[in-house]
């Protein structure tokens, strides 16, 4: 069989494990998509929008490691360009493709439709360079095979998204097959002088330390070091706590397990636990505004053991040239057992009384029944907002997970990429707890939901407005348009979608409603949750009011 770029670019794709891409169709990417399809091995999914698209690739990421998404010049990648940048910031990595201008186009003066009217057709990848970790434009055949490569190697290694544009007259030109997958995925050379000096740092902190504490963060899951992570918290038997983040990426059954550490609005004891430590050990953590509670709680100082993705910190030295899972591997080995902060404190298991049958439906009332519902096989998506806040209070079973988007924190993401991570791992219960006003932003990817028979169980929290704003800054701009969102299956179940749309305004109405979701195997259900505006949880308004604090600093005097 003679091969193409577009079925080269196919293999490699399913060659990394991929077994769907998402895609929106455009005239500069329709031969690209065809060629696409001859690979059997990959389902192409379609999208409503291509900032969805990008989403939908997002979440795919999450529960499958890697996705692709394939748009169309300018009028789509500039869309999808929002999710690419979520991709990067959450350390995901997702190939963007984009079909472009026929190569003859390129350096003629010809003005093309879909583009800025102007004859310079490379402003989009110069575009996304700044939101990729490799950027390539193919127009010819020839040099086809070692950009798509380069560009999917890089996002694998670093665990970043990265951007393909195919000229569209380039993607059925005939070029080689490609070559073994190993060659790929090959990991850089460990520094062996530079992983052992930062292991003995850290080894001689370690040693003169009685209280340890660990604090897990967000890009443990990306640094592939989840395992690594948790069987060096058996060798110290110390305390451990997790980053809000990083909810679902330390098991809550272990026995180091002291809840989330976040500033003022940590678990019971946690701040305490990481604010007294001799040697607090942070392994993948992001500090920012939001992780440090408005800059409030940064740990740093000679006590802090820094062991991020590609680096570690210790004693006032950096080391690198080695992987975390590496360092932690070795560290583990030697570790001694410190297990004074696990012993002195306990995990804190928050217990919400279920309020009657025929009792207003709550904040906190809706958390306890979908905590219920939670199983070692259940993916739990929360939007941007109060679910933030409801998903880190849920007590988990180990193999639950989390899915938080905590650092681009985009409204809106949740929805297309809980269909993205349910279309990746469809053997998984997915439930997704959305505020009414993100919601509004994505609504229709829901359709792709009924389209693909996904039991997507969605909890539209109705509390009729912005409430995290609320909390932070307060203004009429924060109060939204009510929708009537149960009824919205109606309209996407269409003739043949076999979609649930359910309202709950008390508690017993919940509870009905989640057995009705749990018996809807054909396709989604919206469980719309009304609740009081006022309705939210402590710690978002404890939260709220300090990034504000820290948003409203003044300029500094010149
Ligand atoms: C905005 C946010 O209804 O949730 O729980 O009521 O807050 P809560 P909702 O979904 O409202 C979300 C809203 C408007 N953030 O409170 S968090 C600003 C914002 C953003 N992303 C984009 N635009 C605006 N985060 C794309």
Redesign the pocket.
Same mark, same amino acid.
């Given at each position: 069989m003679t091969y193409t770029v577009g079925m080269y670019l196919a293999e490699r794709l399913s060659q990394i494990g991929l077994k769907h891409h998402f895609a929106v169709a455009g005239d500069f990417n329709l031969v690209l998509l065809d060629q696409l399809l001859v690979n059997k091995e990959m389902e192409q999914v379609y999208c409503c929008n291509e900032l969805n698209c990008g989403f939908s690739a997002e979440g795919y990421a999450r529960a499958h490691g890697a996705a692709a998404a394939v748009v169309t010049f300018s009028v789509g990648a500039i869309s999808a360009m929002n999710a690419i940048g979520g991709a990067y910031a959450e350390n995901l990595p997702v190939i963007l493709i984009s079909g472009s201008p026929n190569s003859n186009d390129y350096g003629t003066g010809h003005i093309l439709h879909h583009t800025l009217g102007t004859d310079d057709y490379t402003y989009q990848l110069e575009m996304m360079r700044h939101v990729t970790c490799a950027a390539e434009s193919i127009t010819d055949a020839a040099s086809a095979p070692a950009k798509i490569d380069h560009v999917i190697r890089t996002a694998l290694r670093e665990r970043k998204p990265a951007y393909l544009e195919i000229a569209c007259n380039v993607s059925d030109a005939e070029c080689v097959r490609p070559g073994p997958v190993s060659s790929l995925l090959a990991e850089v050379r460990v520094d062996d002088v530079s992983l052992k000096a930062a292991v003995e740092a850290s080894l001689s902190l370690l040693e003169k330390s009685q209280r340890v504490t660990m604090v897990v963060g967000s890009k443990v899951r990306a640094a592939h070091a989840q395992a690594q992570t948790e069987h060096l918290a058996d060798k110290l038997e110390c305390a451990v706590t997790i980053m809000a983040a990083a909810k679902s990426f330390f098991p809550e059954d272990h026995k180091g397990f002291r809840g989330l550490y976040w500033g003022d609005v940590s678990s019971p004891g946690a701040q305490e636990l990481v604010e007294k430590s001799d040697a607090l050990i942070c392994v993948a953590p992001v500090f920012n505004d939001y992780s440090t509670v408005g800059w409030t709680a940064w740990p740093k100082g000679d006590n802090v053991l820094l062991a991020e993705p590609n680096r570690v910190t210790v004693s006032g030295k950096t080391y690198e040239g080695f992987t975390l899972r590496e360092f932690l591997e070795e560290l583990a080995k030697k570790a001694p057992s410190r297990p004074l902060t696990a012993q002195e404190s306990k995990k804190h298991v928050p217990v919400i009384a279920p309020t009657k049958a025929d009792a207003r439906l709550t904040n906190d009332e809706m958390t306890r029944q979908i905590n219920a519902m939670l199983t070692s096989d259940t993916t739990l998506v929360a +939007?941007? @907002? %109060?679910?933030w806040f409801n998903a880190t209070r849920m007590d988990l079973p180990r193999g639950a997970r989390v899915e938080l988007e905590m650092q681009w @924190?985009? =409204?809106?993401w949740s929805v297309p990429s809980a269909f993205g991570n349910a279309m990746g791992s469809q053997e998984r219960q997915h439930i997704l707890m959305?505020? %009414? @006003?993100?919601?509004q932003?994505t609504a229709q990817e829901m359709a792709q939901m009924v389209r693909y028979k996904l039991p997507v169980i969605i909890f539209l929290?109705n509390?009729r @407005?912005?409430? =995290? +704003?609320i909390a932070i800054h307060d203004g009429p701009y924060n109060y939204i348009k009510n929708w009537d969102y149960a009824g919205l299956m109606e309209v996407f179940n269409a003739e043949d979608g076999h979609g649930l749309g359910l309202k709950a305004t008390t508690a017993g109405e919940l509870a009905e409603a989640i057995k009705k979701a749990k018996a809807n195997r054909e396709g989604p259900t919206i469980i719309e949750c009304q609740i009081e505006r006022s309705d939210?949880t402590k710690t978002l308004v404890k939260w709220g009011k300090k990034v504000a604090a820290a948003n409203s600093r003044k300029p500094q005097a010149s």
């Open positions: +939007e941007t @907002g %109060d679910s @924190g985009h =409204i809106g959305v505020g %009414d @006003g993100s919601f932003l929290v509390n @407005g912005y409430v =995290i +704003e939210c």
